[in-house]
């Protein structure tokens, strides 16, 4: 089945070592995107891509870096975790409905705990 | 003002009632309206897209009211496995980043 694929599912990391989280999609959607979620808050927007054109949020720390070498795969970097970016990590690509609505899908996520 | 604004609840309520969340949105040149089901430490997964004439799957309605500027979910005949966070996402016009709620905590209980 088509899908968006996360990994690893969990990541534990010690504070300051860099860290990747991955993400693959077989949609062959051109629009992917990555999310921070901590508990009972919303999903944040750290980036998005519109095919290879990256597009950063604002205010998502420098700390945090993206690569899209290909239309299937994404990766996020953390250079230096500190104990606050412990969340979950949620990429997602989108694609347009039928009637032109936005449609995202979601990967199973990347709980990621810094120690 | 915030651009998307649930009640974050929790609504508590038993087998077989009927909910409705609301769900208010601040920028009028919004064209497309979703609603997510995020179950605990689980991703969000599409629910139902709000179209302009209201949509209808099984037990759950949504609808879109414009000049008000909210959406709305109703479940009818709660299950147990309704138990969930239903977070509103809104999409701006020719803008592939969509805006989302905080999400609503619905507790079904026997």
């Known amino acids: 089945d088509a899908m968006v694929i996360q990994n690893p599912r969990y990541q534990v990391t010690q504070f300051g070592k860099p860290v990747t989280l991955s993400c693959s999609q077989t949609l062959n959607h051109n629009v992917m995107y990555w999310y921070q979620q901590k508990s009972s808050q919303a999903p944040k927007l750290l980036f998005h891509y519109y095919d290879k054109d990256f597009n950063n949020e604002a205010d998502t720390p420098d700390n945090f870096q993206s690569r899209r070498p290909n239309t299937s795969f994404c990766f996020l970097d953390i250079r230096s975790p500190g104990l606050g970016d412990a969340a979950m990590y949620l990429c997602?690509?989108?694609?347009?409905?039928?009637?032109?609505?936005?449609?995202?899908?979601f990967g199973p996520g990347t709980r990621l705990t810094v120690t | 003002r915030k651009e998307v604004e649930q009640d974050p609840g929790p609504f508590n309520v038993p087998e077989g009632a009927t909910v409705a969340f609301n769900c208010t949105y601040s920028n009028s040149a919004s064209q497309s309206f979703f609603w997510y089901r995020q179950d605990c430490r689980k991703e969000p997964k599409l629910l139902m897209s709000v179209y302009s004439s209201g949509n209808e799957d099984g037990r759950f309605t949504a609808q879109l009211n414009r000049a008000s500027q909210y959406i709305s979910l109703l479940i009818r005949d709660s299950k147990l496995s309704d138990s969930a966070t239903y977070l509103c996402?809104?999409?701006?016009?020719?803008?592939?980043?969509?805006?989302f709620g905080r999400g609503t905590s619905l507790i079904v209980h026997p």
């Open positions: 997602a690509t989108s694609r347009e409905g039928v009637a032109g609505e936005l449609e995202q899908y």
């Open positions: 996402v809104v999409n701006g016009g020719g803008s592939y980043i969509p805006t």
